[in-house]
């Protein structure tokens, strides 16, 4: 479960990502695929910069370790620290994760984390949080 929970996370993450380098019209259009793909510098740039307060950096670290390099365990990792840094897609991707746990404390953590990613604006998140709470309003 925790392995299909992931995997929608990596999803809406990388839909996300590739509507946010969307070309314009007039832009060559790039395969969303290989702009995951990262050069060893780019993941220790990359790497900095998530650990120094950028949520898009983790975020693409974490797309790169789920997508190309099939590492999970990175990826959940590089999506915990986008949602540390404020980047409501992976806040919404951690709600995703921890959503599909037994456990009451991780529930309330998903929770959490979509109050955070609605919070910004983030429409799936606002969605998921109004489901939530029309049966709690009935």
Do not use: H
Request: proline share 2%; charged share 20%.
């Amino acid at each position: 479960m925790k392995t299909i929970a992931f995997l929608v996370a990596l999803f809406v993450g990388f839909s996300a990502c590739a509507q946010s380098q969307s070309p314009k019209s007039s832009d060559k259009i790039i395969s969303a695929v290989s702009s995951l793909t990262l050069r060893p510098d780019e993941v220790i740039k990359l790497s900095n910069e998530g650990w120094n307060g950028s949520g898009e950096a983790a975020l693409r670290l974490s797309l790169y370790y789920g997508s190309v390099k099939l590492d999970l365990d990175k990826s959940e990792y590089w999506t915990t620290i986008a949602a540390e840094n404020g980047n409501a897609v992976a806040q919404y991707n951690v709600w995703v994760q921890l959503n599909e746990s037994n456990n009451v404390d991780d529930k309330k953590r998903a929770i959490f984390w979509l109050k955070k990613s609605a919070d910004q604006g983030y429409a799936n998140a606002k969605l998921e949080l109004q489901n939530i709470q029309k049966p709690m309003s009935r």
